[in-house]
């Protein structure tokens, strides 16, 4: 399985990953038209992390969707 990142230019946020094989391509993209989202997800992620014991945490855990006991 190879692997590529390619970044550059004013794009707010788009983001594609492909899996390609032999004669064959998937992709899936995803595109965002301002930032806002990106700031509300931050906030959100502070709100939530603000007076927890420190510690190693990531988006799954501020969404609810961690299967941490």
């Not at 391509?25 to 301002?34: K, L, M, P, Y």
């Amino acid at each position: 399985i190879g692997f590529a990142v390619a970044r550059g230019g004013s794009i707010v946020g788009e983001h594609s990953v492909s899996f390609c094989a032999e004669g064959e391509t998937v992709t899936v993209s995803h595109a965002a038209g301002d930032r806002v989202m990106f700031a509300r997800g931050a906030i959100a992620a502070a709100l939530w992390v603000a007076g927890r014991t420190p510690g190693e945490y990531d988006m799954r855990d501020v969404l609810g969707q961690s299967a941490r006991a």
